[in-house]
């Protein structure tokens, strides 16, 4: 078509709505990362733990395929809460490993070319552009951590029959409750790191500082203070005290009938106060970063 023959045509197609323009940054974030055979075969891995756990509910509930192995009247044959726990608990590990990997780039890439005003000049607000960061790794997170777990749940309600189903209900909002308080913890805290430290690497390097080296520093309070307070700085035992107490054990040795001492030294409230802390502080830290322009003094 010759130059003097383009004109201005108005777009025709269907308007997205609104509120949900701020998904135009999950879908692009989303296509670019599954493009990387890294990134895809670690997805993938995270879902091992999944399918060995739904072969286990099987023979749970299979007496043929337990007759086959030879585990008739095996004592480690049970799904109930602490199957569940611990299933969780090695998700939350790929939930970790996870984040760090893709997490600081998602926004220190933007810091670090000067992107962010181009993004809010177009019809998204910080709010927005926090909420379609935080979609992105949120979403992948529950795909590996409450939605195969749920699954696994079902599984094994249909296998168990209705009464099993009924008296255990409660598990699954445990599930959901507990994955959703992980997510969010790390989510946020990972979006804050990447949007200060805008060096892609050094933001993974100081994500793996907060969960392994700070909960050192913890250690050694309680060392020199003879105290457990130095274990509010450890994210880890925060969330597995949380959990502990959403599941229903292991508080109760169902051997010894004693509290378990891993999970004695601090309240519940402690816990949850610093998770919310935690929270607190990262959205202060994305808010006072989430800038269409910043002054270089």
Not at 45 to 69: E, K, W
């Amino acid at each position: 078509m010759a130059v003097y023959k383009r004109a201005y045509r108005p777009y025709e197609g269907v308007y997205t709505p609104l509120r949900w323009r701020f998904m135009v940054i999950p879908r692009f974030a989303w296509s670019s990362l599954f493009e990387s055979r890294v990134v895809l075969g670690f997805y993938f891995g995270a879902f091992i733990p999944a399918l060995l756990a739904a072969a286990f509910i099987y023979i749970v509930n299979s007496p043929t395929a337990q007759a086959f192995l030879s585990l008739q009247g095996a004592t480690f044959l049970q799904v109930n809460n602490l199957f569940f726990m611990k299933y969780l608990v090695v998700q939350a590990f790929f939930c970790f490993l996870f984040a760090a990997l893709i997490g600081p780039g998602l926004m220190s890439v933007d810091f670090a070319n000067d992107a962010l005003p181009l993004f809010l000049s177009r019809p998204i607000s910080r709010a927005e552009y926090l909420l379609g960061k935080f979609t992105v790794i949120a979403a992948i997170l529950s795909t590996i951590t409450w939605v195969p777990a749920i699954l696994l749940f079902l599984l094994q309600a249909s296998l168990a029959g209705f009464n099993w189903f009924a008296n255990n209900l409660w598990i699954a909002g445990s599930i959901l409750l507990g994955s959703v308080i992980w997510i969010v913890v790390l989510t946020l805290l990972v979006l804050a790191l990447s949007a200060w430290v805008r060096w892609k690497v050094a933001a993974t390097a100081l994500t793996i500082v907060v969960f392994f080296v700070i909960p050192g520093f913890g250690e050694a309070i309680n060392e020199v203070l003879r105290t457990y307070w130095g274990k509010l700085l450890n994210l880890s035992y925060l969330i597995g005290l949380v959990w502990t107490h959403l599941f229903d054990g292991p508080l109760t040795d169902p051997q010894a009938g004693t509290i378990h001492p891993r999970f004695i030294d601090l309240p519940l409230w402690t816990a949850c106060l610093m998770l919310t802390f935690v929270v607190a502080l990262s959205i202060w830290m994305l808010h006072k970063k989430l800038k269409p322009r910043e002054v270089v003094r």
